[in-house]
DNA sequence: CGCTTGACTTGACAGTGTCAACTTTACGCC
DNA sequence: GGCGTAAAGTTGACACTGTCAAGTCAAGCG
């Protein structure tokens, strides 16, 4: 944490302060808890000192969903290290680095995954995202024939990988609890199936 | 809308026209524009009235969400009998019939698509939720196999649908624009597959 | 008629984001 | 080296939020 130094006037590094103290605040209490004031106190600034760096409440979040881009992307570039050069292990794992990131990092997964619009115009952010973005790309590529595009088969993946994160977040599945809602990826996973792999998702076939 | 008598001192169903008022402010302006001392105002009544009825804002956003579900759960009725006999195109319907209700409710998909032990405990809001998952599970079943359970198929569409519903509000899939983002529901459909259709997404088997 | 109970109002409080005015520091320039 | 200016941070205010406590008023009942 960087604190301003003690009467000193000026900080130093508020707005990088700032973007930590709120990534701080965020893996504590949640997308909810983050607050503006807060984000200054943990700084050790005033309430307003902010606004001098960013203009509102959703420019400051908007800099720390940069970061969180890069800590998701992280996530699923290991999720992938850990698949082997199989085309379709490798889309398992990036989608449990996807789901991983989204249940590990609830309130990042929550600060990046936003309406079009929700935060101020940002390049840093635009970049992160579209680095994110790239590797699943790429991913997908390896699976997608040229039939149906690169970007069909990326949403395919991206819908099931994002929906079964959310149904986790809301409680519906639960894996590992040993009820109802015990249902892990790897279960759902094989219903998605792509050109070079007939799956009757019955088989045990991967 | 209900209003208060103008003068009388009760309001004869206050409780159920902040429900109505509530429902009214998240269609014209999203679930951040929900607010109790709106309600309040809107049903013509001061901003603390709620209080007698509801202990606080959670369980009168519980109380809204219990109407949101049968709203939810008639579009996805629609979808499915927009479909045919055939049990696979009874999916897709009932995909089609979720991911409008998201587009077309995107407040009230919000409002009810939220973690467990968000809202106060509401057995109202409970039967409208099992209610409404009860049509989803009946639409698995038919393309189920003993092999992998009938909550396996369900969370499999559960989550495809979920998260291309998902990807439409934050914007990274936009149907109908004409560019990169243009994939329709129709496009990514296909790489679901059940053990009743063996499917090569590439076929034009739909 | 009077009392009790429930429904609603009024006023307050802490917390939020945002703005304006003020103070203090740091830096460039002569 | 001193000075003026612009940036950085502080202070105080405002409207808005949910929540609570106290008061008011009406309906119903013995």
Redesign the pocket.
């Known amino acids: 944490m960087i604190k ?1 130094p003690q ?9 990088e302060a700032l973007v930590l103290a709120g990534l701080e605040i965020l893996e504590e209490d949640g997308l909810e ?9 943990r700084a ?17 979040k908007s800099a720390i969903a940069a970061r969180a881009y890069k800590v998701f992307e992280t996530s699923m570039r290991e999720g992938i290290a850990e698949a082997g050069d199989d085309p379709l292990e490798r889309v398992r794992g990036i989608s449990n680095g996807y789901i991983r990131f989204a249940t590990e990092h609830n309130a990042l997964f929550n600060l990046i995954f936003v309406p079009h619009g929700t935060y101020p115009p940002d390049p840093e952010r635009d970049a992160a995202s579209d680095s994110a973005r790239r590797v699943l790309a790429e991913i997908s590529q390896a699976v997608a024939t040229p039939r149906h595009g690169l970007s069909v088969t990326e949403v395919a993946i991206w819908s099931m990988a994002h929906g079964y994160a959310k149904l986790i977040e809301i409680g519906r599945v639960l894996p590992g609890s040993g009820d109802g809602r015990d249902i892990s990826f790897d279960d759902v996973f094989p219903f998605l199936t792509f050109a070079a792999d007939q799956g009757d998702p019955s088989s045990d076939a991967n």
Chains 1, 2 share one sequence.
Do not use: E, M, W, Y
């Not at 009467?7 to 707005?15: F, I, P, T, V």
């Open positions: 301003k009467g000193k006037q000026h900080h130093g590094n508020l707005k808890g983050l607050t503006l004031r807060k984000c200054a106190a050790g600034v005033s309430h307003a000192a902010p606004k001098h760096h960013f203009d509102n409440v959703g420019a400051l």
